[in-house]
């Protein structure tokens, strides 16, 4: 049954170095489960006892959080070979801390927390290799929110935009930046709104400093976006 998505697994930073034939041993190791999901209907409300990692397998997720005044506010939006639960694996959180809800007819594979990070019963060596592949990711996620508190520091959303692209740009040694988040999470790392973030992006594209197509960005003008920079 699933077969079909190995190409899918493969696109999970979880499963990375490992082919289609050691998947198929890795899974009948891990005993994973798939559950189907219609648009709109919750697959977990926050919490709820966490025992499950959860990779979508076809469709769309939320996840989503209620704020302090009750208002609740998208955290992420999650694709096909996407994955949620997998920070709190190796924490002593023990509920989900927000609510994840279908926003399309969705099948997610679920592998328990104990079957990942506990002994493996066959001693395979890929399951070495997830391990492995966990820690890289709960490591990067740690990076990553490092960085986003260094963004707070930042007041103005031009600021913000600005020593986003220069940083990337650093990064890529080129004009062109990939982005590998989208628009609303590039929103949430940057800790704006995405509309507000959006206007600002139209106005640097306005004035030839950037141009832009999906998560593409082309940097036209570094000069003045590194003056901008806070």
Request: charged share 25%.
């Amino acid at each position: 049954m699933l077969k079909k998505y190995y190409k899918t697994l493969e696109k999970n930073p979880l499963f990375d170095g490992i082919d289609d034939y050691s998947i198929d041993q890795l899974l009948g190791c891990l005993q994973p489960k798939v559950k189907n999901y219609e648009k709109n209907q919750f697959i977990a409300f926050a919490g709820d006892e966490f025992t499950s990692i959860g990779v979508i397998l076809e469709g769309q997720v939320t996840v989503i959080k209620e704020n302090a005044t009750g208002n609740k506010v998208m955290i992420s939006l999650l694709d096909p070979g996407d994955m949620f639960g997998e920070m709190i694996a190796f924490s002593n959180f023990t509920k989900w801390p927000a609510t994840v809800q279908a926003t399309k007819n969705s099948a997610i594979m679920f592998m328990e927390k104990s079957a990942i990070v506990g002994e493996c019963p066959k001693m395979c060596s890929w399951h070495k290799s997830l391990i492995q592949n966990m820690l890289k990711i709960v490591s990067n996620r740690a990076l990553m929110l490092n960085k986003k508190v260094e963004y707070l520091s930042i007041k103005s959303m031009r600021g913000k935009l600005s020593t986003f692209f220069v940083e990337e740009h650093k990064k890529s040694k080129g004009n062109v930046l990939n982005l590998t988040m989208n628009r609303n999470e590039l929103a949430d790392f940057l800790n704006v709104s995405r509309p507000s973030m959006s206007r600002e992006m139209a106005k640097l594209k306005d004035e030839g400093i950037i141009d832009y197509k999906k998560n593409q960005i082309e940097i036209k003008d570094l000069e003045s976006l590194m003056e901008m920079t806070e």
